[in-house]
């Protein structure tokens, strides 16, 4: 067998990503915890993976301890402005805790300012389909840059406003979970509006902080390429999922099924891209399905698919999700915010890091400015709608224990941080059955 070795550049940050609800355990003041007391959710997150009950020690070490020399987290924004007048020093205090014990453990903080959570008093007053939230978001920015800016520079805004959008709005899995197409555009446009405002406070309390946002990019694939109605609902499918921000972003002007909406200010809001990328969708014309737009999104058969048939292992996916960037936006560095699988046994999640490793190396090779990748995640965190069921940690967790096991991939995961690259060895050892794929001939 050929040995070979994919590299990459010097300061490369290799790291996880996570989100406050997701891990911290105890949140109760957002839509979210009231979402799972509703009963929406298939288990409730609970004491999550207890950060708050200061498990996040452990957790930084375990990361740092793997060779990563990176973190993802996010902020509460509901711990930190529990009540419209009121803000939670102690809060701000914790979170400079644990970007100082990032710091201390040579882990590059990226912090995120929403992921998904919003106060129950903003939600009342109907959270981002109330154009006032953006200047509620604003001051909380404000106020966080403010306590925070010795401890990080590197931000991310909002996280995933396209996915916050779709299952709030359309697929309903999400709070509210009320269908308006209507919202979906317009929750798009203020989170666009708010995310702008966000990367103006940052900049003028911080000249050098580097701001962006987190997409989560899906290519969509024509199931017939020749076949011209699954060719004009993919490039459908393709503009309603991923052009809200990027369309408003390159031009002021935010694209949106209903129309264009004017967003001057958004234009020009983004040092760095983040990328989310998972896996993309095969799309097939179908008009039975009105809900989905006439068309129906799958993997192709054969697929490497994950065990509840929610994600597949295709890095070609990931590859053109760089190419597009290149494209939209000549030169400007990008971020891996998160990319991973749902996988409690560990049976892909191997070869889908060594796959998506390559890939990313690939590009990089086109002189694509790829600045850092952030595996989605430490350890199995709580899954939103799919509650405890859906297993993405690099971590296995006992939620009633909170004991940690260390899956495969995490040894993998941290072979390649340490060797910045990617062996033959390392395929050999933890995926050999993606060898011929990765080292063909
Ligand atoms: O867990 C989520 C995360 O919060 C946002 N991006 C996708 C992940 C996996 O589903």
Redesign the pocket.
Known sequence: MPSASFHFPRNFLWGTAT?SH?VEGGNNNNNWSRWEEEGHTPHKSGQACNWWGEEWREDMDRAANAGQNAIRISLEWSRIQPSPYTWDQASLDRYRGMLQGAAARGLTPMVTLH??TDPLWVTDQGAWENEATVSLFAAYVRRVVEALKEQCSLWCTI??PN?YAIEGYLRCTYPPGTYSLKNFVMVQANLLRAHASAYRIIHELQPEAQVGYAL?FRPQQPAHPKFPPDVWMSQLKFSAINMAFPSGISTGVMRSPLGKIRIPEAKNTQDYLGL?Y?NPDTVAFDLRVPGELFSRSFFPKGSDVSEAGTNANIPAGFFQSFKWINKTYPNLPVYVT?NGIEDATDRIRPRYLAEHVRAMWRAINFCWPIRGYFH?TLVD?Y??ERGWNQR?GLWELDVETQERRKRPSADLYEAICRENGLTSAMVEKYCPEAYSRLFPG
């Open positions: 989100s997701q992921h998904f996280n995933e996915v989560h989310n998972y998160e989605w965190n899954e939103w993405f």
